[in-house]
T-cell receptor, first 117, second 112 residues
Framework: DAGVIQSPRHEVTEMGQEVTLRCKPISGHNSLFWYRQTMMRGLELLIYFNNNVPIDDSGMPEDRFSAKMPNASFSTLKIQPSEPRDSAVYFC???????????????FGPGTRLTVL | SQKIEQNSEALNIQEGKTATLTCNYTNYSPAYLQWYRQDPGRGPVFLLLIRENEKEKRKERLKVTFDTTLKQSLFHITASQPADSATYLCALRGTGRRALTFGSGTRLQVQP
């Protein structure tokens, strides 16, 4: 198995531009998570999906952020418009759970390093 | 407020010694706690899970303890090796939120 796949691995953009991050979870996993990691705030959960349905988006910073999961094998996180404070590493993770149980481990992708100038 | 605390200072130890990392939490009543390893430029990798009714869990050179009275978990690596150098994160589920919350992690450096 290729594991969780994220693209792009690096993204440099200018303030005000739209940014789209992509994630392909591990086949058969029915929970998907988007995290953001910075030195100041550590690893923060932004949103998670179960069976393609958003369950908790309380971690999404503001309306500039949106996430979709149109099918079981693909998810996007979009930032529009982007701001310098959005610069961070964004991780996608998947888990073989139904419902949100800490019982199951999460498998993380390699992350997308976003720099907004 | 809910808080997960890990020592932000790096832990430097000599190869062969036992490394002990601490995870303290407040205002949580977690049923489980997980430990992850993160290498630079990579995503976290799951290591161990321990349930609230388990005092101790072992996996090869790793040992985790969970004290719900002290609200603390200890993570031990015995016979440490330079390859164990990484950042180690603890994670547990926040009250009222069905999602994992991660500590900020502790960086371990094992000197040869």
């Amino acid at each position: 198995d290729a594991g969780v796949i994220q693209s792009p691995r690096h993204e440099v953009t200018e303030m005000g531009q739209e940014v789209t991050l992509r994630c392909k979870p591990i086949s058969g996993h029915n929970s998907l998570f988007w995290y953001r990691q910075t030195m100041m705030r550590g690893l923060e959960l932004l949103i998670y999906f179960n069976n393609n349905v958003p369950i908790d988006d309380s971690g999404m910073p503001e309306d500039r952020f949106s996430a979709k999961m149109p099918n079981a094998s693909f998810s996007t996180l979009k930032i529009q418009p982007s701001e310098p404070r959005d610069s961070a590493v964004y991780f996608c993770a998947s888990s073989p759970t139904s419902g949100m149980s800490i019982y199951n481990e999460q498998f993380f992708g390699p992350g997308t390093r976003l720099t907004v100038l | 407020s809910q808080k997960i605390e890990q020592n932000s200072e790096a832990l430097n130890i000599q190869e062969g010694k036992t490394a002990t990392l601490t995870c303290n939490y407040t205002n949580y009543s977690p049923a489980y706690l997980q430990w992850y390893r993160q290498d630079p430029g990579r995503g976290p990798v799951f290591l161990l899970l321990i349930r609230e009714n388990e005092k101790e869990k072992r996996k090869e050179r790793l040992k985790v303890t969970f004290d719900t009275t002290l609200k603390q978990s200890l993570f031990h690596i015995t016979a440490s090796q330079p390859a164990d150098s990484a950042t180690y994160l603890c994670a547990l589920r926040g009250t009222g939120r069905r999602a994992l919350t991660f500590g900020s992690g502790t960086r371990l450096q094992v000197q040869p």
